[in-house]
């Protein structure tokens, strides 16, 4: 999608000077287009009804209707649709709370404009979009439970090699990059370099959705 025409992106946030900021910060990124900036969930509801978006930033705490209402509400209505949470929170249980009531991710208010354009062609193209913070743990409960479920280019069949697999297990574990290179005798460049062919294998966006292809798949297990 994000190849053949612009994302069209609608927001919701209370704080005018966040809102703006935003705005302006997506729509000089090629390939995306705000279409919708409004200050609180109620409003965003009523735009869609005539305006088609493909993902909506919604901030978990507004007037009027909130994030959380939001979500549900469009997620009822405008099932296609991608959101994600806004929010000064990044803890489990925020992050929990997001994607029980329809959000297809979360992003910190803190986060960089790198971070947030992955979110956004991540959710879009894939269904999903958790940041490399985010434990395995919950990872695993959230794909066992159906609450996310990621769209991955590769079929579940063998294509990763032995020492790919060997890699994926340790990064699974949680294992830093430089633990990982630490264990293996191998140089910080390969392991990242390993990481990065196996992320384009699957079609996953970051070292979250090479977890949840694992989990997913079978090819390591949850603890």
Same mark, same amino acid.
């Given at each position: 999608m994000a190849s053949e025409r612009s994302i069209k992106i609608a927001i919701a946030e209370d704080q005018s000077i966040f809102r703006n900021g935003l705005t302006k910060l997506l729509n000089d990124i090629q390939g995306f287009e705000v279409v919708v900036a409004v200050e609180n969930g109620?409003?965003? &509801?009523d735009a869609l009804q005539t305006t088609a978006i493909d993902l909506a930033l #919604?901030? @978990?705490r507004m007037p009027v209707k909130n994030g959380i209402e939001a979500t549900k509400e469009i997620r009822e209505r405008f099932p296609e649709m991608k959101v994600l949470l806004? $929010?000064?929170?990044?803890? &489990?249980? @925020? &992050?929990?709370? /997001? #994607?029980e009531n329809g959000a297809n991710g979360y992003l910190s208010k803190d986060d960089d404009a790198e971070e947030i354009q992955l979110a956004i062609r991540s959710a879009v193209e894939t269904g999903y979009y958790l940041n490399d913070r985010t434990s395995k743990m919950f990872i695993a409960k959230m794909v066992h439970s159906g609450k996310i479920q990621p769209a991955f280019e590769a079929s579940p069949t063998s294509i990763f090699n032995e020492n790919e697999l060997v890699i994926l297990e340790l990064i699974c574990s949680e294992m830093t990059t430089q633990e990982i290179a630490d264990k293996l005798f191998k140089s910080r460049r390969t392991i990242? $370099?390993?990481r990065t062919?196996?992320?384009?294998? &699957?079609? /996953?966006r970051n070292v979250v959705g090479l977890v949840m292809y694992a989990i997913q798949n079978g090819i390591v297990k949850s603890k």
């Open positions: 109620q409003l965003l &509801v #919604i901030d @978990f806004l $929010s000064m929170y990044d803890d &489990v249980e @925020f &992050v929990e709370l /997001a #994607i990242e $370099s390993a062919l196996m992320m384009n294998k &699957v079609g /996953a």
